[in-house]
């Protein structure tokens, strides 16, 4: 069985994400939860960066667009929000690209939009490649 990888920092910032969804429910936009999340991660002492902007690259060439994620934290996990009332594999891919073009290794897409919040861990296992999901959780 693999290892899990930053089990513990995940589990911190999962519990701040229940945290955020028992206090506000659902149905707000993902504006509210993002500024919900950004105070609970401080309450709760979890090192955090809110969207950073991210240089990109193509080819070798830098990019003017930047990769923009909702949260960096730990200085290792990416965190992406959504508030839709289900998650799509297009929002899984979306991560998981996410993953790719910053060689990271673990990105945690939450949703606040359902009837109860949802996460999924999306884990980049190869250098130029990704293998979702090695736990997921709720509603998925």
């Not at 939860?33 to 950004?38: A, I, K």
């Not at 809110?50 to 290792?76: S, W």
Request: glycine share 8%.
């Amino acid at each position: 069985m693999a290892e899990i990888i930053y089990k513990e920092e995940a589990y911190k910032i999962i519990g701040a994400c229940f945290e955020v969804y028992k206090t506000k429910g659902c149905g707000f936009t993902e504006p509210l939860y993002q500024e919900c999340l950004q105070v609970e991660l401080g309450l709760q002492g979890i090192p955090f960066v809110a969207q950073p902007q991210l240089q990109l690259e193509y080819k070798g060439a830098p990019l003017t667009q930047f990769f923009k994620p909702d949260f960096i934290c730990y200085d290792k996990i990416i965190i992406e929000i959504k508030a839709l009332e289900r998650l799509a594999n297009v929002h899984r891919a979306q991560t998981l690209n996410y993953l790719n073009a910053t060689g990271f290794e673990l990105a945690l897409l939450v949703n606040f939009g359902g009837l109860s919040e949802s996460s999924t861990r999306e884990v980049r296992l190869e250098p130029f490649g990704t293998r979702s999901l090695a736990g997921r959780s709720n509603n998925n």
